[in-house]
């Protein structure tokens, strides 16, 4: 029997039983999961059956089943298909915008590239463009000939399943791809054909019908005829079997340290913290006991061997995260926008880590203040670029002055370049009137960490061994944090 857990309404993980090991959880917390069986029923002749269900938001036998969000005018002259893959767009230009948003799985802050592939069977006429129509990303769905970021153009001329690839960024809880074909003349029919993904949403919020069947195969169909439709009303989500609720609290952090304790016996490790910019971790003086929040934490020695113990640390009394690729982060920097010399370029940047490797996802964080008479230029900037060769992975623009770090999760290319990590004062490449506009950008607590999660600035890693002292004692840093025993 499998098992479906839940966080909330979230799907997690799929499991064979109701012990299962999580990934990204915090240590010495409570999680509530709604466990059910999947969707499998036995049949008669001992075959198993398994109960498909799907949303839509269309009534009509073509079902929206890929939850299009469409202009006004694009309703009124369009008929969506989806069949193996294909979402087939049927429709005759008609007066005003016909723009098609379709909805990117993608989390806020998480990079993503979709592909898909453009037939177009004749030249077309366009209205005012003469690159073909624009694909664009947005935070929104779009609804007239405003255009989003990191637009690409299909062009003008036949082609017969020409593969386009549109990447970015997600910076709002939902994103789209705005397709629009607005600039198409009036009055002509046309076929648009994409190989998007298909979204099969197993969650009946905001979707209007509910479509099922039962068969021996346990792929879903991405047929919407195989499927029986009717109208969702509050309550009627469908789920086969009982549901029950497990509670899971996961371990502490544990650590590492050089030298032989008794098992189960508890410890006492001292935590301080020390004032930025006095010391650098590590090197402060004889007698010299850090800032303030001294605390004596309780830890248990978990197992021990060849002269090193594990020890668990109770309760959740400190931040876990993961470790900074970036050495001597605490110390800030000052970007200055522009420079001594007003000229072009008017933008200023300062490099803060060089040589990200290939397919590997990062996430870079910062606190950042922005100082400047003219209020719209008070933003900053992070770019995955390198120099040679002119290549760049992506970018990303923050609002400055918001009080809280900000995060930019992003994956490099599997393209053997050394990529580095810059930060820009007043926006990526940003250039404002006059030139010599004066920004003053202030970055600090700025990390950055394998994976897609931003962590504490100063936070301890679970598996960390502790360094021995001159003096006997056994210490573990974290930027102006310090674990002692």
Not at 26 to 51: A, H, I
Not at 142 to 171: E, H, P, Q
Not at 248 to 276: D, H, M
Request: net charge negative.
């Amino acid at each position: 029997m499998n098992y479906k857990i839940y966080q909330g309404a979230e799907l997690k993980q799929t499991v064979t039983s109701k012990t299962a090991v999580m990934n990204g959880l915090q240590p010495n917390k409570t999680y509530e999961f709604g466990v059910e069986p999947d969707n499998v029923l036995t049949g008669s002749d001992g075959n198993t059956r398994y109960l498909h269900v799907a949303y839509a938001n269309s009534s009509d036998d073509e079902r929206n089943m890929n939850n299009w969000v469409l202009s006004d005018p694009a309703k009124q002259a369009t008929k969506i298909t989806y069949k193996d893959g294909v979402n087939t767009i049927d429709f005759r230009g008609v007066g005003s915008y016909e723009v098609f948003n379709f909805p990117v799985k993608a989390e806020k802050g998480q990079s993503f590239s979709v592909s898909f592939s453009w037939t177009q069977p004749d030249i077309i006429p366009l209205d005012s463009r003469t690159d073909g129509v624009p694909v664009s990303i947005t935070d929104e769905p779009m609804y007239s000939d405003r255009l989003g970021r990191n637009v690409i153009c299909l062009g003008v001329s036949k082609t017969n399943s020409k593969l386009f690839t549109i990447s970015g960024t997600a910076t709002a809880d939902k994103t789209y791809i705005s397709i629009n074909l607005g600039y198409l003349a009036d009055g002509i029919p046309w076929q648009f054909k994409a190989s998007f993904q298909q979204d099969f949403s197993q969650d009946a919020n905001n979707h209007e019908y509910i479509g099922t069947y039962t068969d021996l195969t346990q792929a879903d169909s991405t047929n919407p005829s195989d499927y029986t439709w009717s109208t969702i009303k509050d309550g009627d989500a469908i789920r086969d079997g009982t549901k029950e609720t497990i509670s899971v609290t996961t371990r502490g952090i544990r650590f590492n340290i050089p030298k032989t304790l008794t098992v189960g016996s508890t410890i006492t490790l001292r935590y301080e913290e020390y004032p930025l910019g006095i010391v650098p971790i590590g090197n402060e003086p004889s007698g010299y006991f850090g800032g303030g929040n001294k605390q004596n934490l309780s830890a248990k020695v978990i197992s021990t061997a060849n002269g090193s113990s594990v020890v668990e640390v109770a309760g959740n009394v400190i931040d876990v995260g993961g470790a900074n690729l970036i050495t001597n982060s605490y110390t800030p920097k000052v970007i200055r926008r522009p420079d001594d010399d007003p000229s072009y370029p008017a933008w200023t940047n300062i490099l803060v880590y060089r040589g990200l490797k290939n397919n590997e996802t990062y996430t870079f964080s910062a606190l950042a203040t922005v100082e400047s008479p003219n209020q719209s230029a008070e933003k900053w900037g992070v770019r995955i670029f390198q120099d040679n060769g002119n290549h760049e992975s992506s970018k990303h623009d923050f609002d400055g002055n918001t009080g809280k770090r900000q995060s930019f999760t992003f994956m490099t290319p599997d393209d053997g370049v050394s990529y580095n990590i810059l930060v820009y004062s007043g926006g990526v490449g940003a250039t404002y009137t006059p030139a010599d506009l004066k920004i003053v950008t202030t970055i600090s607590d700025y990390k950055l960490e394998l994976g897609d999660i931003a962590t504490p600035y100063a936070s301890f890693v679970d598996g960390s061994t502790f360094t021995a002292q001159a003096d006997g004692t056994f210490a573990l840093f974290s930027e102006y944090k310090a674990l002692y025993y």
